[in-house]
């Protein structure tokens, strides 16, 4: 796809000139609305980062000799590396190189430096060998400024105002299967429906990952119950089956239609739960407060996931065109169906006080947490990120993974117990990472009478 071609190798980070050219570039093919938030701004418990420019980075051993350098891969330089020039030992540098000595030719890409404000640099495994001297010359030369994070909406009218929403992110630099190819088949998927009658709206959103969808629906919270449900896109042209990830709440409408859809018209494919296959902005837009049924579509992991590797001889073009026109399948019935809401949108903020209750022994430390905030909260600046020190390639503990999930279960409607069994996880390890939520003034805490 031209679309790819032209864009995967730019410096698409957050909030960049790579972004905005990428997206520039789209609005030329399909019209769109261009919202922009300014950096430093609060939405909900996160804060946008600064633009962010890297201009150059090297390494040379004690005799001169250049070891690295950007302008040979752009990911050498990890998204948000703070500036640095200075002479280092050799065990310092090396608490700064990023490498994935299973995949020993690549250059891992990661985003663990943007709110961190550290430096790094990211290489090949198979080059640590040319790393001999007891000390280096480093050189990272970037730029962070004030700026806008900017997010593109294309508005397909339909015959009610009533919302359905597609998603995709167009951030990690230098990749194209996450998720240059979600863009790729967004774009395809609006000009299908620019050509047809819909009774429902579409509103089709290319953002940042997960800080873009927290930016527009922080300050447009009035536009959350105008959407019926939506549709995540990742990673659309690896060749793999295709997963229908299904929604928070398992059995809406739009979950019914797209198992329906997959059903029908595909010879294999997966079904997981919500967060089974990946967790990015269906987090946000299926979160707490928000509550909009938000199923994901994409073919999951592959071998070169956040690596160089990630280039279009992964991608079968193909595979993008199957996955929309399976979407295009599932937004066709929707739009005949047209049912009421199965399911409501609206946080379930009064359900504490229609608790019924159960049967189970009650322990004495046992509460109903409430949240007090919206959208998944920011866990890194709330000192509540699981594993923060962990290896780039080590899987996340069983005990992180419950985490990232819990503060999806903080809508007053559940007890500390309740919540441990739907996690399945210890009570005691629930109740500890809960009361680090209650200390950080993001929950209160409803006693069991």
Known sequence: MKLIDDLWFKRRDLISDGFDESLGYISKIIPMKIH?????????????????????????????????????????????????????PHDELMKHLTHNEKQPNTIPYHERLIYSKDWGFSLQYS?????????????????????????????????????????AHLDHPCMVNDDLSGVAGLVELAKKLINKKNYYTYRLFLLPETIGSISFLSQNEEFIEKVKCGIFFEMLGNNADLILQHSKQKDTEIDTIASLVFKKNLATYKALPFIGMMANDEQVWNGPGVNIPMISIGRGLYPEYHTSDDTPRIVND?????????????????????????VTNEPRDEKASQLKQKNHDQNIDDYIPKRLFKGPVFLSGYGLYPNKKRNLYDNLSDDACKVRLLFNYFEGDNSISEISRILDWDFDKTLSWTNRFLEKGLIEKIEIK
């Open 318 to 342: 193909s595979n993008i065109m199957n996955t929309v026109e399976i979407v295009f399948k599932i937004l066709e019935r929707l739009d005949k169906e047209h049912i009421s809401k199965q």
């Open 36 to 88: 922009q938030f300014r950096t430093g701004m609060k939405c909900w418990t996160w804060k946008i980062p600064k633009k962010w420019t890297v201009n150059e980075g090297w390494i040379k051993d004690s005799n001169g000799k250049l070891l690295l350098h950007n302008k040979d891969h752009p990911l050498h330089i990890p998204t948000y590396s703070q500036s640095v020039d200075k002479i280092v």
């Open 127 to 167: 080059k640590l060998e040319n790393f001999k001297s007891k000390e280096y010359h480093i050189h990272i030369d970037t730029k962070f400024e004030d700026g806008f994070l900017k997010v593109g909406e294309i508005i397909i009218p339909g015959k009610v105002d009533e919302s359905v929403v597609v998603v």
